[in-house]
């Protein structure tokens, strides 16, 4: 027993350097340019200095761990894209050493590929766009993985108390890793049912009681805590895309809303705007997966049938609700309109469950291995396609941030070039959004759009465009109210920037007319 223990010890060492250096590998190919450059426009330039949204948005554990940070360092939160970058590959390679873990990949080629799908995953290139808080929600997906971990390794009432707990500390940094944890509870009780040989109908129901409760008892600790912070803080809940308000509307939307998350299973991204984690030729190596997935599966609950009726009913019910899991987030929201690619984040964990099912073919041992290359070489190409879309999209980004802020630059230049400008006059900007016919977008750069690396007008109509003007301009005027100027007949007949007359002194205020609309 003492040598297994230590051999289990000594391989779980292994597991965890290898997940650490391969997230590494792959984090660097994937993310370098984003990890070496300063980025901020939209939230990344309004939450530099914090965590963002916190206890209005259900984010009970996200508001505690900013707390605890500004304590530990007595400075505040900061969107250092080098620090924050390097942590996240680290919670990146625990977060696939888990999951090696639950699944018990023997493979240095399965865990290399695990590791990769996490960190290249496009809902990380996005999160990267969100520099301030990037590492707390990767903190969020480590802490989603190991709610099931734990369940596994300690099965009792304690293991499955522990799990619940870490899944509820997850759901409160960020509701979207939920789907994430449930995943990998159903591959935790796969796993659990193909080594385990106590096929007794008492030992399953107490292996499904475990599971279940670790899920609804997660679910009901977050509701607890969110509501004990809220009380604390004096807070409300806001109205973000459903998942703030989870749980506060019963049960019946989001009974309705199950069948949705089947078809964007089938069909993902199906009538859902800008959240594709699956673009390109990634959407032919996912349908592949799929086939591969379901090729693996069916035998695998033929031979479990054959062992035990009971065992292969469970594990025909994880193939059943696994769909379900890694789309709930179309359960979570009410509305797709304005859904964000980090809301989608659990769908990468649809290409997991691949070097689980290769290594438990049943096929003879030839084709067990043909297999498992075929395998192997299909997520392989899905990584590689990952870490050339996230230089993609990081490029692109790179690319705009420095054209606007050459954009900007020369508006300052205009305001201040103004006859008559003194910088004690007030800057009133009068219109919603700016409007310039040769601001365009760069042939090429805007297929694939991924958020928050979005296209070149996010940063001229992102709601932080003056503060974006303040951090890489150094221009902060003191603002006038625009509404002040919205009925004023010389206002009026401005033209709108950058034409000849769009900059005037009025009234002893700067008044930049951006567009027509107010």
């Not at 049960?251 to 993902?268: E, K, N, S, T, V």
């Given at each position: 027993?003492?040598?297994?223990?230590?051999?289990?010890?000594a391989?779980?060492?292994?597991?965890?350097s290898?997940?650490?250096?391969?997230?590494?590998?792959?984090?660097?190919?994937?993310h370098?340019?984003?990890?070496t450059?300063?980025?901020?426009?939209h939230?990344?330039?309004?939450?530099?200095?914090?965590?963002?949204?916190?206890?209005?948005?259900?984010?009970?554990?996200?508001?505690?761990?900013?707390s605890?940070?500004?304590?530990?360092?007595?400075?505040p939160?900061?969107?250092?894209?080098?620090?924050?970058?390097?942590?996240?590959l680290?919670?990146?390679?625990?977060?696939?050493?888990?999951?090696?873990?639950?699944?018990?990949?023997?493979?240095?080629?399965g865990?290399?590929?695990?590791?990769?799908?996490?960190?290249?995953?496009?809902?990380v290139?996005?999160?990267?766009?969100?520099?301030?808080?990037?590492?707390?929600?990767?903190?969020?997906?480590?802490?989603?993985?190991?709610?099931?971990?734990?369940?596994?390794?300690?099965?009792?009432?304690?293991?499955?108390?522990?799990g619940?707990?870490?899944?509820?500390?997850?759901?409160?940094?960020y509701?979207?890793?939920?789907?994430?944890?449930?995943c990998?509870?159903?591959?935790?009780?796969?796993?659990?049912?193909?080594?385990?040989?106590?096929?007794?109908?008492?030992?399953?129901?107490?292996r499904?009681?475990?599971?279940?409760?670790?899920?609804?008892?997660?679910?009901?600790?977050?509701?607890?805590?969110?509501?004990?912070?809220?009380?604390?803080?004096?807070?409300?809940?806001?109205?973000?895309?459903?998942?703030?308000?989870?749980?506060?509307?019963?049960?019946?939307p989001?009974?309705?809303?199950?069948?949705a998350?089947?078809?964007?299973?089938?069909?993902?991204?199906?009538g859902?705007w800008n959240?594709?984690?699956?673009?390109?030729?990634?959407r032919?190596?996912?349908?592949?997966?799929?086939?591969?997935?379901?090729?693996l599966?069916?035998?695998?609950?033929?031979?479990l049938?054959r062992?035990?009726?009971?065992?292969?009913?469970?594990?025909?019910?994880?193939?059943?609700?696994?769909?379900?899991a890694?789309?709930l987030?179309?359960?979570?929201?009410?509305?797709?309109?304005?859904?964000?690619?980090?809301?989608?984040?659990?769908?990468?964990?649809?290409?997991?469950?691949?070097p689980?099912?290769a290594?438990?073919?049943?096929?003879?041992?030839?084709?067990?291995?043909?297999?498992?290359?075929?395998?192997?070489?299909?997520?392989?190409?899905v990584?590689?396609?990952?870490?050339?879309?996230?230089?993609?999209?990081?490029?692109?980004?790179?690319?705009?941030q420095?054209?606007?802020?050459?954009f900007?630059?020369?508006?300052?230049?205009?305001?201040?070039?103004?006859?008559?400008?003194?910088?004690?006059?007030?800057?009133?900007?009068?219109?919603?959004?700016?409007?310039?016919?040769?601001?365009?977008?760069?042939?090429?750069?805007?297929?694939?759009?991924?958020?928050?690396?979005?296209?070149?007008?996010?940063?001229?109509?992102?709601?932080?465009?003056q503060?974006?003007?303040?951090?890489?301009?150094?221009?902060?005027?003191?603002?006038?109210?625009?509404?002040?100027?919205?009925?004023?007949?010389?206002?009026?007949?401005?033209?709108?920037?950058?034409?000849?007359?769009?900059?005037?002194?009025?009234?002893?205020?700067?008044?930049?007319?951006?567009?027509?609309?107010?």
């Amino acid at each position: 027993m003492y040598l297994g223990a230590a051999m289990n010890t000594a391989n779980q060492k292994q597991r965890l350097s290898r997940a650490l250096l391969y997230s590494l590998l792959f984090g660097l190919a994937a993310h370098g340019l984003t990890l070496t450059n300063v980025i901020a426009f939209h939230d990344n330039v309004h939450y530099f200095f914090s965590v963002g949204a916190t206890y209005s948005s259900g984010r009970w554990f996200l508001g505690v761990l900013g707390s605890l940070f500004t304590r530990f360092f007595g400075a505040p939160n900061c969107a250092s894209p080098l620090f924050n970058g390097l942590i996240c590959l680290i919670l990146s390679g625990l977060s696939a050493w888990v999951l090696a873990e639950i699944l018990d990949v023997r493979s240095r080629s399965g865990l290399l590929l695990l590791s990769g799908l996490l960190v290249a995953s496009p809902a990380v290139a996005g999160l990267f766009g969100y520099m301030f808080t990037a590492p707390y929600y990767l903190l969020a997906q480590l802490l989603s993985l190991s709610a099931a971990w734990v369940c596994q390794r300690r099965p009792d009432a304690l293991g499955a108390g522990a799990g619940g707990f870490l899944l509820a500390l997850s759901i409160g940094i960020y509701q979207s890793y939920l789907p994430m944890g449930l995943c990998a509870l159903l591959l935790a009780f796969a796993q659990e049912l193909c080594r385990d040989e106590d096929s007794r109908a008492r030992a399953l129901l107490l292996r499904v009681a475990r599971y279940t409760g670790t899920a609804i008892g997660g679910l009901l600790l977050y509701f607890l805590f969110n509501r004990l912070f809220l009380h604390l803080k004096g807070a409300a809940l806001d109205s973000y895309m459903g998942i703030s308000q989870m749980g506060q509307n019963g049960l019946l939307p989001y009974i309705r809303r199950i069948p949705a998350a089947y078809h964007q299973f089938f069909f993902p991204g199906d009538g859902v705007w800008n959240v594709d984690l699956f673009p390109d030729n990634v959407r032919v190596l996912y349908y592949l997966c799929q086939i591969l997935m379901a090729a693996l599966w069916l035998p695998l609950i033929w031979k479990l049938l054959r062992a035990s009726a009971a065992k292969g009913i469970c594990i025909a019910l994880v193939l059943l609700c696994y769909p379900l899991a890694a789309n709930l987030i179309y359960v979570m929201c009410g509305t797709y309109n304005e859904m964000h690619l980090l809301m989608v984040c659990s769908l990468i964990m649809v290409f997991v469950p691949l070097p689980f099912l290769a290594e438990h073919t049943v096929l003879p041992k030839p084709g067990n291995k043909a297999v498992q290359r075929i395998c192997a070489a299909v997520l392989a190409l899905v990584c590689l396609s990952y870490v050339r879309f996230d230089n993609f999209a990081h490029t692109r980004m790179a690319v705009y941030q420095t054209r606007s802020i050459e954009f900007f630059n020369r508006m300052v230049l205009r305001i201040e070039s103004t006859e008559g400008y003194s910088p004690e006059l007030p800057v009133a900007y009068v219109g919603n959004c700016h409007n310039v016919e040769t601001f365009q977008a760069v042939s090429g750069f805007d297929r694939d759009p991924l958020t928050p690396l979005l296209g070149h007008e996010a940063f001229l109509y992102s709601y932080s465009w003056q503060e974006f003007v303040s951090f890489w301009c150094g221009f902060s005027p003191t603002e006038a109210d625009p509404a002040a100027f919205r009925d004023n007949a010389e206002v009026a007949a401005m033209p709108c920037y950058p034409a000849d007359g769009s900059i005037r002194i009025i009234g002893g205020t700067v008044v930049v007319k951006l567009s027509n609309d107010n």
